[in-house]
């Protein structure tokens, strides 16, 4: 995750700094891309003569840049250049952005757009095949489902993929999953070209810098993009100022992960799919579809990956959504840790993305073998609730047992928070507050327990515990943020909400109640260097 480092020294002064050394710090000196020293205003006179620059922060709050754990950057940068579906509120207003997208990009090779979700449509259902064709004049045409799990296509995109019908997950005229949808998929973004794709990548990373992302986890394998679109990201990363990315390549070929220069055979190796898409790996049948989902993977295959990783000293790690995907994970840890001892497999900090559906039992497995839940809060506020998708899927019941953050942390699993982009958008304080206001109350964090897992839980889940966080010697990264009064907030009524007592001695952060206005981003910095300046800095 190496990024240019900046060789200036300089003070940051007359603000609030969130750090852990000093709960009262206002000032700050980065020298040499590193934290060199926080503390109060009266001491940084002492400092002043001695740097390149002086920043006025104005009363502004600095905070440790944000980590997204779970980024598709090509197809967020591609979502963010190309067509958007997530507000299209019908399947007829769905179609006319399509066919406006086709009208506007007439050299385009293969129209590619994201984001549209018929359960949220009156009519409950996508557009249909000979609807697409319609609409795009019969071009070639990719819109995956917000949880890139399943996609509706044109016929001139199926025509692009020759043996596509005889794949699993073809349906003759509903949204494709499972090989069929990889197929569709690989077609559709190997016509994306060099330059297009770089410019994605681009947009991505310059959009993450203006909300405080200072790195993120790409989460690239063959059944997402494909290996040129992953190396090519690592080397932008390398060559420009930007968030940093370290990148996971989700592979059971141990020697090509290596090769790729990826950080680990992870992310999202498919255990399952997704709960939208009914695809996620149940015990129980979903209550609206008469099956269990899809396993991709069983927990032998679990256990063979873990053991391959965990002797090549390389991380490992999983896509598991549904209970009994999750099952075969922990089934495969303790066939592993068998087989290479217990303290090898803590050692390797294997990662679970995702981790939905959980049970007592599994979250106590995480624990006891060091697993980390790189897991989205937003999926909750999208889905979540008596009335979301989740309760579609699952029944309220089981719906209410979801993304059980507070218990994770009391068993002590690390956290890691992401957006899984495009699926929700990059939005680290939106995604801060979702996991502090979680839909069902006894599975809330404090703010300040989600801060933490959204900045320093993504570094240490590379396994840098010495980063993410504003310390003597940490690596500069960090946001600046115009924000209103800093408080301590808790996650429920159990105790007191918000707190701006200064004799607690714990550094205040946003209010993110519902409704208040989220921090804005002024500066975005990594390794002493400014990777994002906002136009009223």
Known sequence: MSTPTSTRTVLLRRGEVHSPADPFATAMVVEAGHVAWVGSEGAADAFADGVDEVLDLDGALVTPAFTDAHVHTTSTGLALTGLDLTAARSRTEALTLVREF?????????????????????????????????????????????????????????????????????????????????????????????????????????????????????CGGPDISSEDDFTGLLDLARSEPGPRVAGYWADRDIERVRGLGALGAAGDLFVDGALGSHTACLHA??????????????????????????????????????????????????????????????????????????????????????????????????????????????????????????????????????????????????????????????????????????????????????????????????????????IVQAPDDRVARWSTDPRSGTPGLPDLSPGAQLPVCLRTVVSGQPVFVGPDE
């Open 285 to 486: 049948p979903y209550k609206d579809a008469a099956h269990t989902g899809t396993a991709y993977l069983t927990a032998e295959d679990v256990a063979a990956h873990l053991v391959a990783c965990t002797e090549a000293g390389l991380q490992a790690g999983f896509h598991a959504i549904g209970d009994a995907a999750v099952s075969a994970v922990v089934e495969g840890l303790r066939a592993a840790a068998e087989k290479v001892g217990l303290a090898r497999v803590r050692a390797a900090r294997h990662r679970v993305e995702h981790a939905e559906m959980l049970t007592p039992e599994t979250i106590a497995a995480f624990a006891e073998f060091g697993l980390t839940a790189s897991v989205q809060p937003a999926f909750d506020a999208l889905w979540g609730g008596e009335d979301g998708m989740y309760a579609d899927r699952l029944g309220a019941e089981r719906a209410r047992t979801l993304n059980p953050y507070a218990a994770l942390l009391r068993a002590g699993v690390p956290l890691a928070f992401g957006s899984d982009a495009p699926v929700t958008p990059l939005d680290p304080w939106g995604t801060v507050r979702a996991a502090a206001f979680h839909r069902t109350p006894g599975h809330r964090v404090s703010v300040r327990a989600a801060f933490t897992a959204h900045t320093r839980g993504g570094w240490r889940a590379v396994g840098r515990d010495d980063a993410g966080v504003l310390v003597p010697g940490a690596p500069a990264d960090y946001a600046v943020w115009r924000t209103d009064e800093l």
């Open 102 to 218: 086709a009208t506007a990009r007439p050299t385009d090779r293969v129209l590619l757009g994201h984001g549209w979700d018929a359960a949220r449509w009156p009519e409950d259902r996508p557009p249909s095949r000979a609807e697409l064709d319609e609409a795009t004049g019969g071009r070639p045409l990719y819109l995956s489902r917000i949880d890139v799990h399943s996609a509706v296509v044109s016929t001139a995109l199926l025509d692009l993929v020759p043996g596509v019908t005889a794949r699993p997950g073809y349906v003759q005229d509903g949204p494709l999953t499972r090989d069929a949808h990889h197929a569709v998929r690989a077609a559709a973004l190997g016509a994306v070209g060099p330059q297009q794709r770089t410019e994605a990548q681009r947009a991505a990373l310059r959009h993450a810098a203006s909300l405080g992302i200072g790195s993120l986890h790409e």
